[in-house]
């Protein structure tokens, strides 16, 4: 296996090998696309010049492969703190699960942390990680056996769907008859200004032609107000306009809407890997609020996905608790960040481990008075 010294700019991973890297990896994260990470690394407000950890494989047998790869900030980026740590990169997307190459996981994830220990880190901290999948139980072995105990700083649960089971029976049995009935009526009301359409557009033209319609819709909306609308950004916009085009040439982006007679009501972002779908951002017209269109379109995304041979699960990517994805789908996936030590027993990283959860102290203040104060 080859260890480089330090990592590397993210713009040095070929696209190819990364490509081929993403269809062998133990576990989805379609915000670890290439095509996606570089698009967010060229031009996305804050996200930009990021370096990644990497791990080869050399066999004298074949060429040396790409086995592991974690995009990786410094900790005086990721906290304002001077730690001499490597965090996950900001992928515009909250998963930050690394791709490990399914046959030699145990072999990228000592490949990565061979390399986070070589550009002088004492520990490695992966934000937003999934907390119970195949990549982190890669990672815990591999700790474990050179007597590394891997510590979870915080967690929490969101939605997933589990997309091998019948739509219908699943919206039932998360919603319930009534509330059923309720929306419904909803859509009879909606379909008073014309017939109900759900769209998916597939191919990189009509990913491109679509994407606007979500652009204007995102920004009509309360995410314009608080001014965190994709387009109201131009680094932003120039990121998700060449992500989803480029990943939608492999399959890997959809773009859903859903259409009163001509008008657009709600559109949202898909992301596709592997065997999972990653439901990005959804952008609504607020002229329709009473009538739920964002639960509205939720109803055709569980459907879509449930009816495609190809997708055993989706991750709703949102915040615990969510108010809208929570009721529908109503799997839960753990989310955590995780503190790896690069060394057995290193005095250095209980004071890493302190000076975050001081951190997190800190900025759970913050936010309750900056809730209140909005209140």
């Not at 950890?53 to 990786?72: D, F, H, M, N, T």
């Not at 690394?98 to 994830?109: H, K, N």
């Not at 942390?113 to 195949?134: F, K, V």
Request: hydrophobic share 50%; net charge positive.
């Amino acid at each position: 296996m080859r260890v480089h010294d330090a990592p590397a700019p993210l713009t040095a991973i070929g696209i190819d090998v990364w490509q081929a890297l993403a269809q062998r990896a133990i576990e989805a994260n379609g915000y670890y696309l290439p095509h996606w990470h570089l698009a967010v690394n060229a031009s996305a407000r804050g996200r930009t010049d990021v370096a990644a950890l990497s791990a080869w494989s050399e066999a004298a047998s074949e060429p040396s492969r790409l086995i592991g790869l974690l995009p990786v900030v410094s900790a005086w980026r990721a906290y304002r703190i001077p730690l001499p740590a490597l965090v996950s990169a900001d992928p515009y997307g909250t998963l930050n699960t690394p791709l490990l190459d399914r046959e030699q996981a145990d072999a990228a994830v000592s490949g990565l942390m061979a390399q986070a220990r070589a550009s002088g880190a004492r520990a490695l901290i992966l934000r937003d990680m999934s907390l119970g999948g195949a990549a982190m139980q890669a990672i815990t072995a591999v700790a474990a056996r050179g007597g590394i105990t891997v510590r979870v700083l915080r967690s929490h649960y969101r939605a997933c769907l589990d997309a091998t089971s019948d739509a219908d029976d699943l919206l039932r049995d998360a919603l319930g008859a009534k509330k059923l009935k309720e929306l419904r009526r909803q859509r009879n009301r909606l379909a008073e200004h014309g017939d109900i359409r759900f769209e998916v557009a597939r191919s990189a033209n009509e990913v491109a032609a679509a994407l606007e319609q979500f652009l204007t819709l995102e920004a009509s909306g309360w995410k314009a107000r608080r001014g965190t609308a994709l387009v109201q950004d131009a680094g932003d916009a120039a990121f998700i306009r060449g992500a989803t085009v480029a990943l939608a040439s492999y399959g890997q982006c959809e773009i859903v809407t859903l259409r009163a007679g001509d008008t657009a009501v709600a559109a949202a972002i898909l992301l596709r890997h592997l065997d999972r779908a990653f439901y990005f951002k959804i952008g609504v017209d607020e002229r329709f609020a009473r009538l739920s269109p964002g639960v509205q379109l939720t109803l055709d995304v569980t459907r879509h996905l449930c009816a495609d041979p190809m997708i055993a699960s989706a991750d709703s990517t949102a915040n615990a608790g969510h108010p809208m994805i929570d009721p529908i789908w109503r799997g839960r996936l753990a989310i955590g960040d995780v503190l790896i030590p690069l060394r057995p027993r290193d005095p250095v990283v209980p004071l890493i481990h302190a000076a975050l959860w001081l951190r997190q102290i800190v900025h759970g203040a913050g936010r309750r008075l900056l809730h209140a104060t909005r209140g």
